[in-house]
């Protein structure tokens, strides 16, 4: 039986659970856009919840909705600095279901509302 000390140590966790790690993460990157909730992205990852949270923390230093919200920022960035699609359509692509979310994460992330990262990059 595993205890908890075991999952804060990337090189204590069996293969099986790193295995289910990465998996979890490539399902989340393979496409931003799509919401999968905690327990459907452990199930197809082959485990539980509570094995994937602990798990991605201890490897990837962050929890899993960080990582995430992580991919989908940087993406937003790239898109808003780098082409002329509208605010809603990044919004979209980025796993976002209104703009009003966006654009509120958005501003928590860089500090600054898109629409003004992109008057600057210009």
Do not use: W
């Amino acid at each position: 039986m595993k205890t908890v000390a075991s999952i804060h140590a990337p090189e204590k966790h069996p293969p099986s659970v790193i295995k289910a790690v990465y998996q979890a993460r490539d399902l989340m990157t393979a496409d931003i856009s799509f919401h999968l909730a905690l327990k459907s992205l452990a199930r197809q990852a082959g485990t539980n919840e509570y094995t994937l949270k602990k798990g991605f923390k201890a490897i990837f230093k962050t929890s899993v909705y960080q990582y995430l919200l992580s991919i989908r920022m940087e993406r937003a960035l790239k898109l808003i600095t780098e082409t002329n699609h509208k605010e809603a359509s990044i919004a979209e692509q980025c796993g976002y279901e209104t703009l009003s979310g966006f654009v509120t994460s958005f501003h928590k992330y860089y500090g600054q509302k898109p629409g003004d990262i992109r008057k600057n990059a210009q």
